[in-house]
């Protein structure tokens, strides 16, 4: 990753965050933004803090899933642009090991490549779509809120647009865009912004559900065929066949493959090495 090195996560048990919660539980990582009082406004120092935890998960070989979630009634207003636009407002974190260059978290989750889903039970508002857009799935109970209300204050999604574009139609980004609208969950749903959408009581069981199933699955073939997924699209299309072929002749000769085709033919569950 550009951000944070191999090198660099190895601090992560040192590290004390100040505007979010992560654990672990065996291959699950989970990320909880923490700052309820502001909405889950992220602040500078906040980005950089979801972005080394994004950074561990992407290196650590013994995840395979992380979670997305949020305390408070809101799952993130955006950026606190007040901490970033001066720099006394905001409080660096002195454990976080220099970061390389500066946090774009539509940067950093894309190069997670492992599955992450997010868990939105509370309006998503401007930055934060940075953060669903970047999930492979985004689980959203019907009451959350989806909005870019960036220019009624004069500015522009302007970063936003990259996350979008791979999701929707450029006239549906510009409706959002110049109207500011409010979207329901099921509005988002249908514009394949959301994913699921489930039920306040039943949400968190759905999503711990999925990721029980991913952690499950082989973990080199997903990250693979992620790889080769964002890849392809700097391909013209008359390699992107050939390109796929070699990688799946590469994944042909892994450990993994072979137990997988071994499992299958003892009738057994697989036992994953992620080689």
């Not at 894309?110 to 998503?124: D, H």
């Amino acid at each position: 990753m550009r951000f944070y090195t191999e090198e660099d996560i190895q601090a992560f048990d040192n590290v004390r965050f100040l505007h979010i919660k992560t654990a672990k539980a065996g291959h699950l990582f989970t990320i909880t933004l923490a700052r309820p009082e502001k909405r889950n406004a992220f602040t500078p120092t906040m980005a950089e803090e979801i972005t080394f935890a994004l950074a561990y998960a992407h290196y650590e070989d013994d995840i395979r899933c992380v979670v997305l979630k949020a305390e408070g009634p809101v799952f993130c207003a955006g950026a606190d642009l007040n901490a970033f636009h001066d720099a006394s407002a905001n409080i660096a974190n002195v454990s976080l090991p220099r970061i390389h260059e500066e946090a774009r978290m539509g940067d950093a989750f894309n190069e997670l490549l492992k599955p992450c889903i997010a868990q939105v039970e509370g309006p998503v508002l401007a930055g934060g779509f940075l953060m669903i857009c970047g999930c492979t799935f985004v689980f959203s109970v019907p009451e959350a809120t989806f909005s870019l209300p960036e220019v009624k204050r004069g500015i522009w999604p302007m970063q936003v647009m990259a996350s979008l574009a791979p999701i929707m139609s450029q006239r549906k980004i510009l409706e959002m865009s110049i109207t500011g609208k409010v979207y329901s969950g099921k509005e988002a749903l249908e514009m394949g912004l959301v994913t699921h959408l489930a039920e306040k009581e039943r949400i968190a069981e759905e999503v711990n559900a999925l990721a029980n199933q991913i952690c499950n699955s082989a973990p080199l073939a997903i990250q693979s065929g992620m790889r080769s997924l964002q890849e392809l699209r700097n391909l013209p299309r008359n390699e992107q066949h050939k390109f796929l072929k070699s990688e799946l002749d590469k994944l042909l000769k892994t450990e993994d493959a072979k137990e997988g085709a071994l499992a299958f033919k003892e009738k057994r569950e697989p036992i994953w090495k992620g080689k």
